[in-house]
């Protein structure tokens, strides 16, 4: 109570401050915007967490290499990357770290799990916020004006992966798996919610976590079951390893995924048993993508490894606040968010516009295949109108 | 009834690596009445060391048996120079000392362990090479591979060479004799000293060929994986009542079981209200079961006695 008119007395000053700074503005003057990158860069899932902070930390290069002016003043980009652990305590803890540095934007979190407890701390402080990843349909429902993905989320994935898993493989009897996370667990309720109405019987649903290993009874129990198909909602550390153990129980039974295990990672860590496997993910093939090859081989000749998942999301998530921004000749969260709902915007990973929520209009979804130890292509499907609106 | 057989299978051959780890904390307690909560990283330390080994190795091309017996001597020449000189520095020092001060001591050598291992292998799951690919045994029913085979096997034959030597050997005498009394052992002319490093000694070497049974059987490692091995094999240890070395590796084996049975089953039981993700529920139950109704676990008996 005390410190509230102290706060006023401060924003007055600032207000004042600004105001200066508008009046007369210095034309060699440069302001600096804070980007923030939100990702898991240590633990089990870093790898796709760095994949991320690299694809934004190369949009920031591009776009201070162009010498950019907003609002008749030159702009330098500064990236502040931090660790979220994949963890949604610690997430939180990240975002009013960003926040109280002033960052302009966030690109992240990572998991559902954290973007969706984080996007509380950014909405209350009017900062938008793009995951590049999160596909948990909760994220975009709170109602929140500064929550934006550029994926297609899994009310899309998972009836998606489902109609493929009926339509395409004829799968008559399915055994779901999830890792009791936001993620997983979104993705196979809405997987199984599609199979179960297409007339297809899910005989057994079990639950792992994200950090077990070892997956032989809950695969023994399903093998009682004999299903045609296996479907998992993880990450790829657990994936790897249920595919292994799988084969050494003489599961003969297909298996699918979500976005989170298709990488090579995943390849690594299951071995020979990979074969065959398949999963899907938002977006096109990176091959596929409009500034596809171009954004591979620079991010290549930067990190020298190749794209695991999201850094063309990451990359794009920035380009969209740049453009924003542009529109709005300012960098103030407050006047360049209303723009963000209004972007066109032709990135790497394709057309990006957003619907009233701030979900990605018409994301594609790629299923993919691993054959002779790659991932590869399988089918593009683009949900369309109907599977957008729900 | 293959189902059934295949759980079974499956908890053994889980039970036989937690019997395994289980082992360094029994022996290490019945000497010192010191829980050594270090120890599971001890294993992870000897399985990633194992990973690090093959890896290079493998990439030098050299023949797959050469590469895992060259690596698994090398997670157990670490782990037992690890374990030999965590007791000579940080708890030899406390041996007088309250119960409670090496108890911390070790809890603070656990995290020290942790986070080294964090900095020099990083945060990031790891994946051990494929290194032979395992082939598969079918016996009606049920599927194992030689690996798992292999696995249980030598474990079996650890835990049975390892109660030979304590019970028909010169320095097993000398072990069992500290563990009664380390004042009258040492007078009897037992280096007490001596004793208790073997010990740490043995117990590691054993932690760390349950570490690299991990890494071979799983294909992944990590720097945390130590804690979730450890408190299980902990629990089988206070199962099998502990400071008993014949308990630890009958706790093992049945918590190994338990918990196999426990996720395949525990759906059916109760109606689909509980899934699979109760596994470690499950687990911890059965602890609190056994020290509720046998305090001094399933076949100890001489721990109450210990002051």
Not at chain 1, 52 to 75: F, P
Request: proline content about 5%; overall charge positive.
């Amino acid at each position: 109570m005390v410190r509230a008119p102290a706060v006023a007395v401060g924003l007055a000053f600032a207000l004042i401050l600004s105001g200066c700074g508008r009046e007369a503005p210095k034309p060699s003057g440069v302001a600096t915007v804070k980007i923030g990158a939100a990702s898991p860069l240590t633990g089990p899932q870093a790898h796709i967490g760095i994949d991320i902070r690299n694809g934004v930390e190369l949009a920031i290069e591009d776009a201070n290499s162009a010498n950019l002016e907003i609002g008749g003043r030159k702009v330098k980009f500064e990236m502040i990357a931090e660790d979220d652990e994949a963890n949604p305590t610690k997430a939180t803890t990240v975002a009013q770290k960003l926040v109280d540095s002033k960052v302009a934007a966030v690109v992240g979190h990572f998991n559902s799990g954290a973007s969706i407890p984080a996007s509380k701390i950014y909405s209350d402080a009017g900062i938008p916020q793009i995951s590049p990843s999160s596909t948990n349909p909760k994220y975009t429902l709170q109602g929140f004006k500064t929550t934006f993905r550029v994926v297609a989320h899994d009310d899309q994935q998972g009836p998606t992966l489902g109609r493929f898993a009926i339509e395409k493989l004829k799968a008559r009897t399915i055994a779901v798996i999830d890792d009791s996370t936001a993620y997983g667990q979104g993705l196979a309720d809405a997987f199984e919610a599609t199979v179960k109405a297409g007339g297809a019987k899910v005989v057994a649903r079990e639950h792992t976590t994200d950090k077990d290993t070892d997956f032989k009874a809950i695969l023994t129990r399903i093998r009682g079951r004999k299903p045609d198909l296996l479907m998992f909602g993880g990450i790829d550390p657990q994936a790897g390893p249920m595919v292994k153990q799988m084969a050494e129980l003489g599961i003969k039974a297909k298996f699918m995924g979500g976005d989170g295990m298709q990488t090579p990672n995943f390849i690594k860590l299951a071995g020979g048993a990979a074969e065959g496997v398949m999963a899907s993910i938002p977006g096109l093939p990176k091959e596929q993508m409009p500034g596809g090859s171009a954004f591979l081989e620079k991010y290549k000749a930067k990190y020298k490894s190749e794209v695991e998942l999201f850094a063309p999301m990451g990359y794009d998530a920035v380009m969209v606040f740049i453009d924003a921004m542009k529109r709005a000749g300012s960098t103030e969260p407050a006047k360049f968010l209303p723009e963000i709902g209004r972007t066109r915007y032709q990135g790497v990973i394709g057309p990006i516009a957003f619907d009233g929520k701030g979900d990605l209009v018409n994301g594609p979804i790629t299923i993919y295949v691993v054959k002779r130890g790659k991932w590869e292509a399988l089918e593009t499907v683009t949900p369309g109108a109907d599977g957008a609106k729900k | 009834m293959d189902i059934f057989l295949q759980q079974l299978v499956n908890g053994l051959v889980l039970g036989s690596i937690y019997a395994l780890v289980a082992l360094g904390y029994t022996m290490v307690y019945g000497i010192l009445g010191l829980i050594n909560f270090a120890h599971g990283d001890i294993c992870m330390i000897g399985a990633l060391t194992a990973l690090t080994v093959a890896q290079a190795l493998a990439a030098m091309g050299l023949p797959a048996p050469l590469v895992l017996v060259l690596s698994a001597l090398a997670a157990v020449a670490v782990c037992s120079a690890l374990g030999v000189s965590i007791e000579r520095a940080a708890y030899r020092p406390l041996r007088r000392a309250p119960r409670l001060a090496p108890l911390i001591t070790a809890i603070g050598v656990s995290i020290l362990l942790q986070y080294s291992a964090a900095l020099i292998w990083g945060k990031q799951y790891l994946s051990m090479p494929e290194l032979v690919k395992p082939s598969e045994i079918a016996v009606g029913g049920v599927h194992l591979t030689d690996l798992q085979a292999f696995i249980f096997l030598l474990a079996c034959a650890i835990m049975g060479g390892l109660l030979w030597f304590i019970r028909s050997t010169r320095a097993g005498r000398a072990m069992r004799a500290t563990e009664q009394n380390p004042d009258v052992a040492g007078l009897m002319g037992v280096n007490v000293n001596h004793v208790i490093a073997l010990t740490f000694l043995l117990g590691s070497a054993v932690g760390a060929v349950a570490g690299v049974m991990v890494v071979l059987y799983y294909g992944i490692g990590h720097y945390f994986m130590g804690f979730m091995l450890g408190l299980k094999a902990f629990t089988a240890a206070v199962l099998g009542g502990i400071g008993n070395v014949a308990g630890a590796m009958l706790g093992g084996m049945l918590l190994g079981v338990v918990e196999s049975l426990a996720t395949g089953y525990i759906g059916d039981l109760t109606g689909g209200v509980l899934g699979s993700n109760y596994r470690d529920v499950f687990a911890f139950l059965v602890l609190i079961l056994v020290l509720v109704f046998r305090p001094s676990g399933l076949l100890g008996e001489r721990v109450a006695d210990r002051t």
